[in-house]
C-alpha cells in the first residue's frame, strides 16, 4: 500500500512557478515510477509526465515540455514537479500517481495509486 500527498498548488500569475511535491507513505516508494495527471472542470485527466522508478527515464506531454521538469528523491520517498512559465490553460487539479511500470505511463489505468490532488490556477 502507498499513500500519496501533494502539496504546493496555489494561485499564481501567469508567467509565474510553483513547485508541487507528492510524498509517499512506505518504503516501497523506489519501486514505482510516479506520474503527474491534471484535470481541469467538465474534462478528462490528462497526463502531464512520469518518471521511472530510477529517476533516469522523463516523458513529458507536449503541452508541457520545456516548461515543467519531474524529478524524485527516494530517500525522501518524495517526486516533484517544478512548473515554470505557466499559462492560463495550465489551471487544473494536479494529481501524482505511482504505477508498477517501472518506466512509467501514460495512461491513467496504469497507476496503482493516486493522491487526492492539488490545485494550481494561474490567472491571466
Known amino acids: 500500500q502507498v499513500q500519496l500527498v501533494e502539496s504546493g498548488g496555489g494561485l499564481v500569475q501567469a508567467g509565474g512557478s510553483l513547485r508541487l511535491s507528492c510524498a509517499a507513505s512506505?518504503?516501497?516508494?523506489?519501486?514505482?515510477?510516479m506520474g503527474w495527471f491534471r484535470q481541469a472542470p467538465g474534462k478528462e485527466r490528462d497526463f502531464v509526465v512520469h518518471i521511472s522508478w530510477s529517476g533516469s527515464r522523463t516523458y513529458y506531454a507536449d503541452s508541457v515540455k520545456g516548461r515543467f521538469t519531474i524529478s524524485r528523491d527516494n530517500a525522501k520517498n518524495t517526486v516533484y514537479l517544478q512548473m515554470n512559465s505557466l499559462k492560463p490553460e495550465d489551471t487544473a487539479v494536479y494529481y501524482c500517481?505511482?504505477?508498477?511500470?517501472?518506466?512509467?505511463?501514460?495512461?491513467?489505468?496504469?497507476?496503482?495509486?493516486w493522491g487526492q490532488g492539488t490545485q494550481v490556477t494561474v490567472s491571466s
Open positions: 500517481a505511482a504505477s508498477m511500470e517501472r518506466h512509467g505511463s501514460t495512461i491513467p489505468t496504469s497507476y496503482n495509486y
Open positions: 512506505g518504503r516501497t516508494f523506489r519501486n514505482y515510477a
